[in-house]
T-cell receptor, first 112, second 115 residues
Framework: SQKIEQNSEALNIQEGKTATLTCNYTNYSPAYLQWYRQDPGRGPVFLLLIRENEKEKRKERLKVTFDTTLKQSLFHITASQPADSATYLCALDTDSNYQLIWGAGTKLIIKP | GAVVSQHPSRVICKSGTSVKIECRSLDFQATTMFWYRQFPKKSLMLMATSNEGSKATYEQGVEKDKFLINHASLTLSTLTVTSAHPEDSSFYIC???????????FGPGTRLTVL
């Protein structure tokens, strides 16, 4: 069955450093992968989408890579700020009616 | 753009009552809406997918008679939790896709507590 893994332990990063989150998947070949941010008690907010034929995507301080050989995506936040503290979810597409398969998310804590 | 609202944001009800949650796309037409349930520190669990004007498609293990979904228009979908029990207490989130289909826009979620 399709499986997505994100580091379940919280990631603590010092302000100003680069935070890197990992999303691994198995038994699957998605056409695209997405990253979302979720704050406590709120719905997820879309951040970036990267397609299978793209190696890297950037948006301001965010960068996403997609390695279909390793079946892995890395999500980077450069010059991290305390306001970046949140849970970050990765999601992969399916062939069924645009449904997504979700990782459990990684909690990121940026310390001042 | 692409704003999705959900109402109510928080509801507390007695066991046995029914609760309706509304999901609206405010500035776009949502051809497909999704309903999720989320437990603390767990991933989003898809409950059902609904397309405007047709019956919702429920995921395995989700009781369609208990979680009634109506997608009457391109901007509104409702989830009714019927005869709610304490185990139905959870965070319910809706999302919608527009023409692009790939990206989902989420509502703020509804915290349901059944006493």
């Amino acid at each position: 069955s399709q499986k997505i893994e994100q580091n379940s332990e919280a990631l603590n990063i010092q302000e100003g450093k680069t935070a890197t989150l990992t999303c691994n998947y198995t038994n699957y070949s998605p056409a695209y992968l997405q990253w979302y941010r979720q704050d406590p008690g709120r719905g997820p907010v879309f951040l970036l989408l990267i397609r299978e034929n793209e190696k890297e995507k950037r948006k301001e301080r965010l960068k996403v890579t997609f390695d279909t050989t390793l079946k892995q995506s890395l999500f980077h936040i450069t010059a991290s700020q305390p306001a970046d503290s949140a849970t970050y979810l990765c999601a992969l597409d399916t062939d069924s009616n645009y449904q997504l398969i979700w990782g459990a998310g990684t909690k990121l804590i940026i310390k001042p | 753009g692409a704003v999705v609202s959900q109402h109510p944001s928080r509801v507390i009800c007695k066991s046995g009552t029914s609760v309706k949650i509304e999901c609206r796309s405010l500035d776009f037409q949502a051809t497909t809406m999704f309903w999720y349930r989320q437990f603390p520190k767990k991933s989003l669990m898809l409950m059902a997918t609904s397309n405007e004007g047709s019956k919702a498609t429920y995921e395995q293990g989700v009781e369609k008679d208990k979680f009634l979904i109506n997608h009457a228009s391109l901007t509104l979908s409702t989830l009714t939790v019927t005869s709610a029990h304490p185990e139905d207490s959870s965070f319910y989130i809706c999302s919608a896709t527009g023409r692009a289909k790939s990206e989902q826009f989420f509502g703020p979620g509804t915290r349901l507590t059944v006493l």
